[in-house]
Every structure is written in structure tokens, then in C-alpha cells.
């Protein structure tokens, strides 16, 4: 008998957090802004990072995720270009949403970015394009720098067809950079809330 009690309070606890959970709209689409800069070359795969909601998620009339409640992810991958050898790539995945005084616990698909590759130097094998590392630490910096932003004019993220900002304009490297304030939307497809622990 009290080998079952283990069992039937997990039963019990799984279906508590399915019963919360259930409120949550299915097909769930977080649109987030990045807090941080992440960078193929200078991110580390298992590293986390935050974000905030950009746009209010509802079930009806009812708000279940706030705009602006805290978001964060985790980088799957992150492949380095090996000083500009090959393209970068980053995998990200969000994790947990702090929203109505509650931690979901969450599972996302994978936004795959992956720079492209560029014709190199057959003697050296660096690119033959120079100003690559230099445009790539101009769009990383940009968005860093507090009041500083591209004037209204979109750019892709490198290697992707991500938009940041509104317009035409666009930038692809090697490198791939998520520079702090782009948007990036994530499909969740399952959500398991919790009280957050003190």
C-alpha cells in the first residue's frame, strides 16, 4: 500500500499542472526582444538568455502572458566560426515565462540560425571580403549602445531570414548575430505551470 502513495501523488501533480496549464490557448506564438547580443563566435552552447514578451498573449478576453513578463532561453547550439573558417550557427529554444505570479515551465520549437558561407582565399582560407568582421562587429555593437537604434531601417539577422526592424534592408555574414532588441517569435508547444519557488 504504501508503495502506491509515491505513485499516486505523482498522478496527482501531473494532473494539477495539466489542469493549469489547460488554461493556456493551444498554438501559443511568443513574439520576445532580446535583452542580450548573441553572437556565434562568442556564445556557448547550454548557455542562457533572457528576454522580455513583446506582444500580450490572450485566450479569449482573457491575458494569459503580459507584455513585458520575463522570458528565457537556452542556446542548443552554438558553432563558432573559427576566425571566420566556416559559417556560424546558433539554436535557440525558449524555456520558462514569469507571468500572473506564476514560472511555466515551456517547450518551443528550435529557431535554427546559420551564417552563410563566402568565397575564401584558397591560399590562406580566410574570406576575401575584409570588412566582414568588421560589419559583423558593427551590427553586434549597434543595438548595445543605449538610444542607439538603425534609424527605422530593417536588417536581417546574419545568415537568416529573421527581421529586425521594419523595411528592406538587409545583411548576411559568415557570423551569426541576435543583436540585443530583435524580435524573434517562438511556436510553444506545451506549457506546464508552477509557483515559482522563493
Do not use: W
Not at 81 to 100: K, M, V
Not at 138 to 166: E, K, L, Q
Amino acid at each position: 500500500m504504501t508503495a502506491r502513495f509515491p505513485h499516486a501523488l505523482l498522478i496527482f501533480c501531473s494532473v494539477t499542472l495539466s489542469l493549469v496549464a489547460s488554461d493556456l490557448p493551444k498554438n501559443i506564438k511568443l513574439q520576445v526582444q532580446m535583452e542580450e547580443t548573441l553572437t556565434s563566435d562568442s556564445s556557448q552552447t547550454g548557455q542562457r538568455f533572457s528576454a522580455t514578451l513583446n506582444k500580450a498573449v490572450s485566450a479569449g478576453e482573457k491575458v494569459v502572458f503580459e507584455k513585458g513578463s520575463m522570458v528565457e532561453g537556452v542556446v542548443k547550439l552554438a558553432e563558432p566560426t573559427f576566425n571566420y573558417r566556416q559559417p556560424g550557427e546558433l539554436d535557440l529554444e525558449l524555456t520558462s515565462i514569469h507571468a500572473n505570479g506564476k514560472l511555466y515551465v515551456l517547450r518551443t520549437n528550435t529557431i535554427i540560425l546559420e551564417g552563410k558561407p563566402t568565397m575564401t582565399d584558397p591560399r590562406t582560407g580566410r574570406p576575401t571580403d575584409p570588412g566582414s568582421r568588421k560589419g559583423d562587429v558593427a551590427r553586434a555593437t549597434i543595438d548595445t549602445i543605449p538610444g542607439m537604434d538603425r534609424g527605422g531601417v530593417a536588417t536581417t539577422i546574419p545568415g537568416t531570414d529573421v527581421n529586425v526592424g521594419s523595411g528592406s534592408a538587409s545583411s548576411r555574414s559568415m557570423q551569426v548575430i541576435v543583436p540585443a532588441r530583435s524580435k524573434l517569435t517562438f511556436n510553444v508547444s506545451s506549457a506546464s505551470a508552477s509557483d515559482p519557488t522563493p
